[in-house]
């Protein structure tokens, strides 16, 4: 299980990230909101874990702008204590859950549990977008109307999973260089 967490707290980061690794996640660390809000759209995570306090953008914003995208995965947000209104603006933008600051490990990792079991993750099978279909487990693309399959390399499949994940949308160059290298 793929998890991205989002805290700028070092010490709390570090911490965090150890715990989650022990108890079986691939766990990517993002310290503001600019590359969080990049990270959660350029890869399929299982589930994230966001601070709401972050520099560079707010965490809310990150999690809005996500939603925006139909991006569908489970967010659980950190919260300041006794901030009810930090939980109600959270779910209003999207989340799946919270957790006030300070809270025990287990009871993130239970909480993370539940939200996988939900099964509010990506749906299921292969990516298709326009008549193509991305197996992303052999890094191949199919033709939908004709069955004919094209294995791509490392950077044309990345590079197409992207585009496929943002059907629709104008994507600048320096963006997709960035995503792809
Ligand atoms: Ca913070």
Redesign the pocket.
């Known amino acids: 299980m793929r998890l991205l967490l989002v805290?700028?707290?070092a010490r709390l980061s570090a911490r965090l990230r150890s715990d989650l690794q022990q108890a079986g996640f691939a766990v990517d660390v993002a310290d503001n909101g600019v590359d969080a809000e990049f990270m959660g759209e350029s890869e399929p995570y299982d589930v994230v874990v966001l601070?709401l306090?972050?520099p560079g953008r707010p965490g809310l914003e990150v999690l809005r702008h996500w939603r925006a995208a139909e991006n569908p995965m489970p967010v659980l947000i950190l919260t300041a204590r006794d901030a009810w209104h930090e939980k109600v603006e959270g779910f209003k933008a999207g989340a799946d859950d919270y957790l006030s600051k300070p809270f025990h490990v287990a009871e993130l990792l239970a909480r993370l549990q539940a939200l996988l079991r939900r099964g509010v993750a990506r749906p299921p099978g292969p990516l298709r977008v326009a008549g193509l279909e991305l197996d992303e487990d052999a890094q191949t693309a199919r033709v939908l109307a004709t069955g004919a399959i094209f294995e791509l390399t490392g950077t044309e499949f990345r590079l197409l999973r992207y585009l496929m994940r943002h059907p629709g949308q104008l994507l600048s160059k320096s963006r997709l260089t960035e995503y792809v290298y």
């Open positions: 805290e700028d707290d601070d306090g972050l």
